[in-house]
């Protein structure tokens, strides 16, 4: 075959000055795990306030702005759906228009004036709904300041948590072996340190709010929030900092509107005569992909027609086609996980609710009830140490992974632990409820809840760091915070999904039952039949593991060009 020449127009890369463009060298000067642990402190200290509040704003909802039982469960699932959905706000970003750094600083100087509007909300009875109120009755200026102050809570904590697991990345990873290792376990640490923060909010902050008063518990979160991103600033002569890229969607979009365009030519059947690019006119945030037989209509997009110049929305790169490809076959995995962080959820509402419905004392000692969720942090305070310094070099060993399994592997242990920790919180709740009509004045321990939450605190380390780094890793160069949000995008529709479940299983049941009740309607503060929505969760949770192992084992793992001995030319159409 002849080679074919294209014709392109002159290409003007632009170089900031101010990003390491050794991004791939061996630069020691920056990056690296010392610039991490600045990472790992706001991750830490981050996370104090914020588990803190997950943990007991149902409880505040509820028993001091009187909101009803499933007000406030559907409230504390809409507002952390809302977080983990405004990360793709971040991640979009960071990926575009300024460094993941500024992002994190922009993003948490909201959080922080949102935090200080809670602060104020529970200190000032002016602020608090009318005693009086029998439900969900909190209007004019009061409601305008809370939902202001939820909403401008959950754009700063969501675009913090969009760019900040990318900026730790960034420091570390190499197209290489020894790189995924690295990065394999930035992941784990970076779930560890966001875990010790927890375990600090969930017992000394929930302490602070149960026994003491609520502001108070607030301003600690507050402060700890503002010290955390001070240190992150500190940190910036340490950090590496990626060339940023075109706008992830403007890609996407010309790869689409290309391949339309081109729908009626027919793709090669020899790849390398799609168009591609020298290394020389490569946009220095750009990584080469190698060409993929998956969706191959999308090939269309890299036809360079017979005359005419290579331009935007005329052509498109096989790099810039196969980036498209990556996040298409991410989709999948990420809706297969979806319905475990629904799963998630119910921990965060009903079984804290259940827990405060429960004996809660150790001796004389008063355990507060939404401190329950500390149980499963200490198992992964404990586990993930194990995991990094045991499992893996074991499992390597066997497997020959870097990672010692696969970061899809590790999600699907993730969702089967889900399974377990679903239908145990069934048979707890039976076993209080049975109990609680036997002896109403002697409730069994509120430590029976420890079961499901440590099992599921096990899931979670398994799927959020195997997400993580899959999201990352998987990711197009110029698109990994956006990719990574994916991660806390699953996360926002299981939260989502929980209130529809909520409200549907109510409708539902209320409709069908002798009782004319819902599984979940409130008698005596406690719902009516919460360990059969439990039972429907784990149903539910089988099937879409099915539905997982189908999706895994069909994706393709992205292929980094430094994989390959060689490579082909750019500008011709033969090997």
Known sequence: MSSRIWRKRPVMVQVDNNVDMSLNSASTKKGGYRACMFV???ASLE????????????????????FSLSTSANLLTNFMGTVCLLSLVGGFISDTYINRLYTCLIFGSMEVVALAMVTIQAYSKNLHPDPRCKSSCIQGGKALFLYTSMI???LGAGGVKGALPALGGDQLYRNSVEGGKALASYFNW??????????????GVVWVNMNKS????????????????????IGKPFYR???RGNSPLLKIAQVIVVSIRNRHLTPPVNPDELYEISEKERDPSEEKIPHSDQFRFLDKAAILREGAYAEPWKVCTVTQVEEVKVLTRMLPILFSTVIMNTCMAQLQTF????????????????????SIPVIPLLFMSILIPTYQFVFVPFARKITGHPTGITQLQRVGVGLVLSIISMSIAGMVEVKRRNHAIKDPLHPISVFWLSFQYGIFGIADMFTVVGLLEFFYKEAPSGM????????????????????IFVNIINSVTRRIAPSKQGWLHETNHSPNNLNLFYWFLAVLSCLNLANYVFWASWYEYKKNDSEFKTEAEPTNGQN
């Open 40 to 42: 790992f402190a706001l």
């Open 47 to 66: 996370n104090i306030g914020f588990v803190a509040n997950m943990s007991t704003m149902v409880l505040y909802f509820s028993y001091v702005l009187y």
């Open 152 to 154: 401008l809570l959950a």
């Open 190 to 203: 970076y779930l560890l340190s966001t875990i010790l923060g927890g375990i600090v909010g969930v017992t």
């Open 214 to 233: 609520w502001y108070w518990g607030f301003f600690i979160g507050t402060m700890t929030a503002s010290v955390g991103f001070i240190i992150l600033a």
């Open 241 to 243: 900092f990626p060339p």
């Open 351 to 370: 079984s804290v609710l259940q827990g405060h419905l429960m004996d809660p004392y150790i001796g004389s000692f008063k355990f507060p009830t939404a």
């Open 480 to 499: 990994r915070s956006l990719s990574t949000s994916f991660t806390w995008l699953s996360l926002s529709f299981g939260y989502f999904l929980s209130s």
